[in-house]
């Protein structure tokens, strides 16, 4: 078990350019879930997938996000045309999908910035 | 989505025994209750989940009475680097990742 791995963990970009993030999840699992974090709050749920199929988007996720998982393995979130209010903390996490509890697995996030 | 509510912060010392409550007045019938830490700087890590009763594992306990309308948390002997935000999580247990995390409680472990 490697655990779920993210990057980069740092990302520093000016206001209008796009940026990518990637996330490896847990090879076993299934399901591969994004969250935003703010300084302060909790992780707030953005989007997940079973396999490659990306089953909820919260409203949070406005039109210039994007999420990917292409072969059900690793997963991509993109931010096009970045705001300063995208400053934050992206998390990703990966479970097994069970069939009573579910447990999360969370990587270390990637910390943007946007100037 | 089951709302929680948990104290913003709470303080303790090394070596004594701290107690964490969560309310979650409108729990459905599946949801599961699960406890994450977070240290600055990295992503939650499970502690500890239930469904009633008592759990308990090598890090922490659970007590969730009858009715499911809170849970507590039990640190036993805590260290300096249990230190971090605790949150609880409360949701339907297929599904528990789209779950609403709140903003957790701040633990500080004083020397």
């Known amino acids: 078990d490697t655990g779920v791995s993210q990057d980069p963990r740092h990302k520093i970009t000016k206001r209008g350019q796009n940026v990518t993030f990637r996330c490896d999840p847990i090879?076993?699992?299934?399901?591969l879930y994004w969250y935003r974090q703010t300084l302060g709050q909790g992780p707030e749920f953005l989007t997940y997938?079973?396999?490659?199929?990306?089953?909820?988007k919260s409203r949070l996720l406005s039109d210039r996000f994007s999420a990917e998982r292409p072969k059900g393995s690793f997963s991509t979130l993109e931010i096009q045309r970045t705001e300063q209010g995208d400053s934050a903390m992206y998390l990703c996490?990966?479970?097994?999908?069970?069939?009573?509890?579910?447990?999360?697995?969370f990587g270390s996030g990637t910390q943007l910035s946007v100037l | 989505l089951a709302k929680t509510t948990q104290p913003i912060s709470m303080d303790s010392y090394e070596g004594q025994e701290v107690n964490i409550t969560c309310s979650h007045n409108?729990?459905?019938?599946?949801?599961?209750i699960t406890w994450y830490q977070q240290f600055p700087s990295q992503g939650p890590r499970f502690i500890i989940q239930?469904?009633?009763t008592k759990v308990t594992n090598e890090v922490a306990s659970l007590f969730i009475p009858a009715d499911r309308k809170s849970s507590t948390l039990s640190l036993p002997r805590v260290s300096l680097s249990d230190t971090a935000v605790y949150y609880c999580?409360?949701?339907?247990?297929?599904?528990?990742?789209?779950?609403?995390f709140g903003d957790g409680t701040t633990l500080t472990v004083k020397p």
């Open positions: 090879s076993e699992h299934n399901r």
């Open positions: 409108n729990i459905a019938t599946n949801d599961y």
């Open positions: 239930g469904y009633k």
């Open positions: 999580l409360v949701g339907e247990g297929t599904n528990a990742g789209k779950s609403t």
């Open positions: 997938f079973q396999n490659e199929a990306q089953l909820e």
């Open positions: 996490a990966s479970s097994r999908q069970a069939t009573t509890n579910e447990k999360l697995f």
